[in-house]
């Protein structure tokens, strides 16, 4: 039981930043729907499941090819993604909506954004010869539930904010890149 204990508590760890990302989704979209949380979650809990089971394919052999510049794509990717965001949230009315959150491109480079750490969990993964196919459902579907509740949860906040959300929404990104960078730099990864 300890093993399953501990996958769900690697399980909500990961998917932390995925659910702040949904949840800044959520404050964005003027008109979110279930079906575009659901989408939401489907992106993020995919590429959550999906970087550990490379991670665990590709074993220690590609960590150390990634590791010394993860932190950094990372950073980029969420500057440019929040970045976006905050410019667009200037040009909008309370009605209006930045250009879909929700679309396929915008949510891929999330998803990849929010979940490349979880590549080096696959990596950890294999090393302790954890059992893959529940651990990658299992944080899948953690990371799925909580990134539709956040985009849900980030619909309410967003119907009474909706431009300083957008902005918000977009420092939140912003600051989540960074904290990557701080913390990889301060373990001397």
């Known amino acids: 039981m300890a093993g399953m204990v501990e996958l769900l508590l690697l399980a909500l760890g990961l998917s932390v930043d995925a659910m702040v990302a949904a949840t800044t989704i959520g404050l964005c979209k003027v008109d979110l729907r279930a079906r575009d949380g659901l989408r939401v979650g489907a992106y993020f809990g995919g590429f959550q499941a999906l970087m550990p089971l490379l991670g665990y394919l590709l074993g220690s052999q590609f960590r150390r090819y990634v ?97 300083l959300a957008s902005i918000a929404g977009g420092v939140i990104l912003i600051l989540i890149g960074l904290k990557v960078v701080v913390e990889h730099l301060s373990q001397g990864i």
């Open 67 to 163: 590791q010394p510049f993860d932190h950094w794509l990372i950073l980029g990717l969420l500057l440019f993604v929040g970045g976006k965001m905050i410019w667009e949230a200037r040009q909008f009315s309370d009605t209006d909506s930045i250009s879909d959150p929700c679309s396929h491109w915008r949510l891929f480079i999330l998803a990849i954004a929010t979940s490349l750490d979880a590549l080096a969990a696959g990596i950890s993964l294999s090393l302790s010869q954890a059992p893959m196919l529940r651990s990658v459902v299992i944080i899948g579907l953690v990371t799925f539930l909580l990134s539709f509740a956040g985009a849900m949860w980030g619909r309410l906040l967003g119907k009474r904010f909706r431009s």
